[in-house]
């Protein structure tokens, strides 16, 4: 059964998240975080971070910030058997229209920055305007 639809305790800039149950039992939320509210939806997009829960969703006390520009969003998400979580998403579709991916670790969101080796943010895969 289904209990009655109501509200979410996540806020969210009107937008796509991520979430997915990791390897170690965790939640994994990849989804905007403490946003600059704004009039325009699209600007709103910023603060995109992925988060970690240890209590089933009920809080998400460790977070790591992916990417604190305006108009990023619709992640996505792949977790390899290791436990690496590599992730994708979109950047300004109307402007640069990037496409960008990150790889990091539970460890990574637990500091709240990326120590491991092969940890990274921001790498830029697709973009209108060439890279130099």
């Known amino acids: 059964t289904w209990t009655k639809a109501g509200p979410s305790k996540l806020e969210s800039p009107v937008s796509r998240f991520f979430i997915r149950r990791m390897p170690s039992g965790r939640l994994l939320l990849i989804n905007h975080f403490n946003f600059k509210d704004t009039d325009t939806l699209q600007a709103r997009r910023n603060n995109l971070c992925a988060m970690l829960s240890e209590d089933d969703g009920q809080t998400w006390p460790f977070r790591l910030l992916l990417d604190e520009r305006d108009k990023v969003s619709y992640p996505d998400a792949a977790i390899s058997p290791d436990g690496t979580i590599n992730i994708i ?7 640069v229209s990037e496409i960008l991916t990150a790889q990091i670790t539970e460890n ?24 130099i």
Do not use: A, M, T, W
Not at 89 to 95: A, E, H, N, P, Q
Not at 113 to 129: A, F, G, Q, T, W
């Open 108 to 131: 990574d969101i637990f500091s709240g920055e990326p120590k491991h080796p092969d940890s990274y943010l921001k790498n830029v895969i697709s973009s209108r305007i060439p890279q």
């Open 89 to 95: 998403y979109d950047r300004d579709r109307y402007g």
